[in-house]
């Protein structure tokens, strides 16, 4: 690790206990003790998940419940499941049951390729290579034989090459598809004979302009037959084909202005669309990774799903026409459906920490791997839960928030006393502020700060117009939203305006020092990871981001100018608070230098490397020595 020098501290807010609470939430409960869960399948009644262990230095495991209740790993210790496609990866693995025994494939971390394991042992399918090197991800066991369909992306000379490819367990690989700049979501029927998935060329997004196709796949030559084009009429965002049991393709697609369940009848005729519509939720998530899955076909022509209201998340079935409610715990992922009628998901409320959750609709349900556990005596007063905001920003228009008051059962604000506020960007900039419990949140709660989570214009969940109000106007519209969001609870009574402090990570980074250059709301800030000089991304960053700021801000290098103009770096004279830079020595979306470079324009800011973080900070003492290190800055900054 390495560190510049401490940023000078600010006089500007009193000496106050809040934000200074004694506090439950410790740097070892955070970082070593929480497990985190993603990526839920089920295989007949075993339900299997991808767990991210920060006290075996972030290593991700693929793990499993099996029929009677035992929790074991699928994989051999020393492995690592992930992939660095696209550089954020995602779907770096499959299972299936085979003889009645779960078998997955898997992409490691660090070794690359795909190894096959049952547990004890890991068998290698493919190689990574060097000159070309292979990554692959979205994989999926295919039904009739013992290959997989994959994403490959292939590095070599130039930019690097996707394409669609089917794997045997011998290695030979068919290439499937190729020509566009980007493939997702292989998926084949359930029979086998069809096999979907959606592409895109730059300079769209997967969240503008998509392609859904479909083709046969024909066993004797191991190719593709005839592509039909699936999209439709519009230019939209059409994404996560799946297949029902029965062997309806579903998809879920934008061009009603927002993401909405699509079922594809097949026939002599050919494919034929039809739109489930009335569900009044958004059902899609932006492509940053792959493996997401909103949508559950099951059997008797019915689709569960996982829709977004405001902000919310809302478990929804369809039923042969209309949408109803289904009460199924508090998914983060749509639940899935095990063999013997139940339902498995990873279980998000905002008042206790994620688990892995087993049940029926609208019964008690087991949470029976929690990501944590809390400490004796933590209660409900002690935990944070959001409120839903609404508030006029810029231009007439309205953007969204979660706040959250401070929380503890042995600590209360003074008399007369107002809680510091921390504001949080989030990343993308086409994220979303989550509900559900999360440290990153009851950190700072619990010890007496109030936390604004901001949806700015560009957010998911609320439609595609919404995500849109960000093109052309990142390091605007995202700026103008969190001041206004921050003018809010001001005029609500509910912080001090002495000590509000605002932080983001990666595209979050850049709203926090840009709100810092155009406002004097803010005591401090802090920059994890996050972008300062807009034309060095344009011109260094990875392929899957090449083309991502012609929307957000104008083709490049046409539009140089406002590049400049909305960059950070060029904004530095404008910031006179402390600043906080926390950045991976090894990222290669943001790279080290932007940090680098911003700090030397600021005179109250300090720089902390962790050499061996890439983008998102993963090992245990990386975490503890982050959280510690922004708080204490904070309180330094307070005169606390």
């Not at 009335?278 to 493996?291: C, S």
Request: glycine share 10%; aromatic share 10%; charged share 20%.
């Amino acid at each position: 690790m390495t560190t510049s020098p401490s940023p000078t501290v600010s006089p500007r807010a009193p000496k106050s206990a809040s934000g200074n609470w004694p506090s439950w939430v410790t740097p070892e409960l955070v970082a070593g003790r929480t497990l985190s869960f993603s990526e839920l399948r089920t295989a007949g009644n075993w339900i299997v998940w991808l767990e991210s262990r920060p006290d075996e230095q972030g290593r991700s495991v693929i793990t499993a419940r099996d029929p009677e209740g035992r929790i074991r790993d699928l994989i051999p210790p020393g492995y690592s499941v992930g992939t660095r496609v696209h550089e954020y990866g995602g779907g770096a693995w499959d299972v299936r049951l085979k003889d009645g025994v779960p078998q997955v494939v898997f992409s490691d971390r660090k070794l690359g390729g795909l190894w096959c394991s049952e547990g004890t042992t890991a068998t290698q399918w493919a190689q990574a290579g060097e000159n070309p090197e292979h990554r692959y991800a979205d994989l999926t066991f295919d039904p009739s034989s013992d290959a997989v369909f994959c994403v490959r992306e292939t590095h070599g000379e130039g930019t690097p090459v996707a394409s669609l490819v089917h794997i045997q367990p011998d290695g030979r690989e068919t290439v499937l598809a190729e020509g566009a700049d980007f493939y997702a979501a292989p998926r084949p029927s359930p029979d086998g004979r069809f096999l979907a998935w959606f592409s895109w060329n730059d300079p769209a997004m997967p969240w503008t302009v998509t392609n859904l196709s479909v083709a046969p796949f024909d066993r004797t030559t191991g190719t593709l037959g005839p592509v039909t084009d699936l999209t439709g009429p519009e230019q939209c965002s059409i994404i996560e084909p799946c297949w029902s049991p029965d062997g309806t393709l579903y998809a879920t697609s934008d061009a009603s202005g927002r993401w909405t369940p699509i079922r594809f009848s097949h026939d002599d005729t050919g494919w034929h669309p039809h739109s489930l519509n009335g569900a009044n939720a958004e059902i899609g998530l932006p492509h940053w990774v792959f493996g997401q899955r909103t949508m559950a076909p099951l059997p008797g022509n019915r689709l569960l799903a996982l829709g977004i209201r405001h902000g919310l998340n809302h478990v929804l079935l369809e039923d042969n026409g209309p949408w109803t409610d289904v009460s199924l715990g508090t998914p983060v992922n749509v639940p899935q459906p095990l063999e013997d009628g139940r339902f498995a998901w990873i279980d998000a409320p905002s008042d206790a920490p994620a688990a892995i959750a087993v049940g029926r609709p609208g019964e008690p349900y087991d949470r029976f791997r929690t990501s944590v556990t809390l400490p004796p005596g933590v209660t409900n007063a002690d935990i944070a839960t959001p409120t839903p905001l609404t508030f006029p920003t810029a231009n007439g228009a309205e953007a969204h928030a979660l706040f959250y008051a401070p929380a503890s059962s042995t600590s209360a604000l003074q008399d007369g006393e107002k809680p510091p506020l921390v504001v949080m960007a989030h990343g993308g900039p086409t994220g979303r502020a989550n509900p559900s419990f999360a440290f990153k949140v009851q950190w700072w709660t619990s010890r007496g700060f109030a936390v604004l989570d901001v949806n700015y214009r560009g957010s998911t969940g609320f439609g595609r117009a919404y995500r849109e109000a960000l093109d052309g106007q990142w390091g605007v519209a995202d700026i103008e939203d969190c001041l206004a969001g921050v003018q809010a609870v001001l005029d609500r009574g509910l912080v001090d305006p002495a000590r509000c402090v605002i932080r983001g990570s990666s595209a979050g980074g850049l709203t926090v020092l840009g709100a810092l250059a155009q406002s004097d709301l803010f005591a401090a800030g802090t920059s994890l990871y996050g972008v300062t000089d807009l034309r060095a991304l344009a011109e260094e960053t990875h392929k899957f981001e090449a083309r991502y700021l012609d929307a957000l801000i104008g083709p490049y290098p046409q539009d140089e100018a406002v590049y400049l103009k909305r960059s950070p770096i060029t904004q530095a004279s404008g910031i006179s608070v402390p600043v906080l830079f926390l950045h991976g020595g090894a990222d290669r979306v943001v790279p080290l230098s932007q940090a680098e470079s911003m700090r030397t324009k600021l005179e109250h800011s300090a720089l902390h490397v962790y050499p061996e973080e890439a983008h998102g900070f993963r090992a245990r003492d990386t975490i503890e020595d982050a959280l510690q290190r922004e708080l204490a800055f904070y309180q330094q900054v307070f005169g606390q």
